[in-house]
């Protein structure tokens, strides 16, 4: 862990904290996307969703949670959203009523055929090459799992 800082070398502009870069850097992407994801209706959680049914297959609603760092209470209407699409169907588990899985329909499988497109035209955007771009990928991940285990909700 880094040595904390004393009162003088904290950044004292929003410009220069860590926070409002992820925070603007996640805007400027949310707006890259958007076109891309306008064509296909639909939004960047919906399509992380996708993404998530895409690489697991049927999964419960838990599962999706986990992978998206979501509340189930974020997350249902967004899975509700995609089935009123055609994109999913939800039914609840057979030994246990509670538990809820998520599959894809035949649309929603088929969509994944844009991915590759979308990923190609958001890598092209942030003018980094794949290497710098998984370093990063790696470092904010990182910030993250810190963050998270050193903070309390």
């Known amino acids: 862990m880094s040595d904390t800082p004393d009162d003088h070398d904290l950044p004292e502009n929003a410009e ?3 926070c ?3 925070y603007s850097a996640s805007h400027a992407l949310g707006r890259a996307y958007q ?3 306008r064509d296909l209706g639909l939004t960047y959680p919906q399509y992380i969703a996708l993404m998530v049914l895409w690489r697991e297959g049927t999964v419960p609603v838990g599962t999706i949670c986990k992978r998206m760092r979501l509340d189930p209470s974020t997350v249902t209407p967004l899975l509700k959203r995609l089935e009123g699409l055609g994109l999913v169907m939800r039914r ?3 030994t246990d009523e509670r ?3 998520v599959s894809l329909t ?3 499988s088929a969509l994944r055929a844009r991915a590759p497109d979308i990923t190609r035209c958001i890598i092209g955007a942030t003018g ?3 290497a710098a771009l998984e370093r990063l990928v790696a470092e904010l991940s990182e910030l993250r799992d810190a963050v ?3 903070t309390t909700t």
């Open 16 to 18: 220069d904290m860590i």
């Open 20 to 22: 409002f870069a992820l």
């Open 35 to 37: 076109p891309l994801l």
């Open 92 to 94: 609840r588990g057979e």
């Open 99 to 101: 538990q809820v899985f």
């Open 106 to 108: 035949e649309a929603g």
């Open 128 to 130: 980094k090459d794949m």
């Open 148 to 150: 998270t285990a050193n």
